[in-house]
């Protein structure tokens, strides 16, 4: 019984970093969705599925972020998991643990067991990423520091024919590399470490 309330009150205490991916062995390749939206992974066993986690800066953003998710889902009735859970812990399961938020999504059953261990990979707070530096070279940008995922985007400039926006191709090189098509005016990058959790830097034309 000791033992029990002691692995209560550890999950309860957070702030969390996150999950990372890795940890989970029968997860997939995840995919860091964007800042709003945490990363997603697919679960690669019978039951197949999908799983997100999101990493809140806080807990109030993590309630909110939870919130949102039920209403989408048409108000799912709640289900004792976390601190606070929603589904039927079969096919579905929404929770909260202080900080994190996961949606385990598991059409073939077994959801309560899946969030078990994605429970038990939860990783103590550290600090969250630091704005990275971008720099730009003629056609290159770079970020510095590793990163599970960088995203680089550049704002579309006018067309002088059509005077309409045109989009400009950015290729990713190597890991925290990639070459603009043509010169922009401005250029937005986004890096998550390995839990999801983000930084973003901008680089404008002067």
């Not at 986690?53 to 909110?64: D, I, K």
């Not at 989408?72 to 096919?91: D, I, K, L």
């Amino acid at each position: 019984m000791l033992g029990i309330l002691i692995a209560m009150v550890a999950f309860g205490a957070g702030p969390y970093a996150g999950i990372a991916p890795e940890a989970v062995e029968v997860l997939g390749t995840p995919v860091f969705l964007s800042p709003e939206a945490g990363w997603s992974a697919p679960i690669m066993d019978e039951g197949g599925g999908r799983v997100r986690v999101f990493v809140a800066h806080t807990e109030e953003e993590a309630r909110r972020w939870l919130a949102e998710r039920r209403v989408t889902a048409e108000r799912v009735p709640v289900y004792p998991f976390g601190e606070e859970g929603y589904g039927n812990g079969h096919s579905r399961l929404l929770y909260r643990e202080h900080n994190v938020v996961v949606v385990v999504e598991r059409p073939g059953g077994g959801a309560l067991d899946l969030a078990d261990r994605l429970q038990s990979a939860l990783t103590e707070y550290s600090p969250w990423p630091t704005t990275p530096t971008l720099a730009f070279d003629g056609r290159i940008a770079r970020v510095d520091g590793e990163w599970a995922q960088v995203a680089f985007r550049a704002a579309p400039v006018t067309d002088p024919a059509t005077f309409l926006p045109k989009p400009i191709r950015v290729i990713p090189l190597a890991p925290g590399v990639a070459e603009v098509g043509v010169p922009p005016t401005r250029l937005s990058v986004t890096v998550w470490d390995r839990y999801g959790r983000f930084a973003e830097v901008e680089w404008e034309a002067e």
